[in-house]
Nanobody, 116 residues
Framework: QVQLVESGGGLVQPGGSLRLSCLAS????????MSWYRQAPGKERELVAS????????NYADSVKDRFTISRDNAKNMVYLQMNSLKPEDTAVYYC?????????WGKGTLVTVSS
């Protein structure tokens, strides 16, 4: 079955960086678009970034453009989110996402806290 396991979250000061990772299994990873979402306390889950199956196309939420970079390694079934110039408003649980055959699949998430 589909499994998505996120890692790399933690506490970071404003202006700092973190790299999130997602290990995927149970499906043909290299044929699927992958995404990162986040959910801040009291807010709805929102799309952060997506990457095409072979990594040639990406898109970002306006709030993270020029600060975050999504990438993938199809040989390792991994998708990454490099987050730079972090702001307190980036504090959220970050989720790896697969949308396939009209279903959303989610990992358990990894918490990112941006605070001094």
């Amino acid at each position: 079955q589909v499994q998505l396991v996120e890692s790399g979250g933690g506490l970071v000061q404003p202006g700092g960086s973190l790299r999130l990772s997602c290990l995927a299994s149970g499906f043909a990873f290299s044929y699927n678009v992958m995404s990162w979402y986040r959910q801040a306390p009291g807010k709805e889950r929102e799309l952060v970034a997506s990457i095409s199956s072979i990594g040639t196309s990406t898109n970002y939420a306006d709030s993270v453009k020029d600060r975050f970079t999504i990438s993938r390694d199809n040989a390792k079934n991994m998708v990454y989110l490099q987050m730079n110039s972090l702001k307190p408003e980036d504090t959220a649980v970050y989720y790896c996402n697969l949308y396939r055959r009209d279903m959303n699949y989610w990992g358990k998430g990894t918490l990112v806290t941006v605070s001094s």
